[in-house]
């Protein structure tokens, strides 16, 4: 990661009208990943909301998922390939899980999503030739 790159969260990167989470559940890509579910949609800047449902656990238990999911996201928004509204959903396996287990399957949901930096979209149409050396003779 570059030093310079900042790891804020602001304000405008977060999703909060209604309309918004519902247009990313009806249309949005979906990528279902151990302890949560990510949907997402291509938009002109990157963007993220959280949803913990009541069947997560008691409030402090999503207070804590919340928490989870939003520092992932922090932590690796620089790694995602291009901009996307993104709707982060905790499963009820986020409520026993360490912060570990939640990045390795937010980074490995965004892999399968081809959002992340590095991933390849496509495999290569063309096969790398192998070379052998040389046989002396």
């Given at each position: ?20 989470f519902?247009?990313?559940?009806e ?51 620089h ?40 991933s ?14 040389p046989?002396a003779?």
């Amino acid at each position: 990661m570059n030093p310079l790159q900042r790891l804020g969260f602001p304000r405008q990167r977060r999703l909060s009208r209604s309309s918004d989470f519902n247009r990313l559940k009806e249309e949005g890509r979906r990528e279902v990943c151990g302890t949560l579910i990510l949907n997402w949609l291509p938009s002109p800047q990157l963007r993220l909301g959280i949803v913990t449902s009541r069947k997560v656990g008691p409030a402090t238990i999503r207070s804590r998922a919340r928490r989870l999911l939003r520092e992932v996201f922090r932590q690796h928004q620089h790694q995602v390939a291009e901009p996307v509204s993104m709707v982060l959903v905790a499963r009820r396996s986020i409520a026993d899980s360490h912060f570990e287990t939640v990045r390795r399957d937010y980074l490995r949901a965004l892999s399968r999503a081809r959002l992340i930096k590095g991933s390849p979209s496509a495999p290569s149409p063309t096969p790398v030739p192998v070379v052998s050396p040389p046989v002396a003779p």
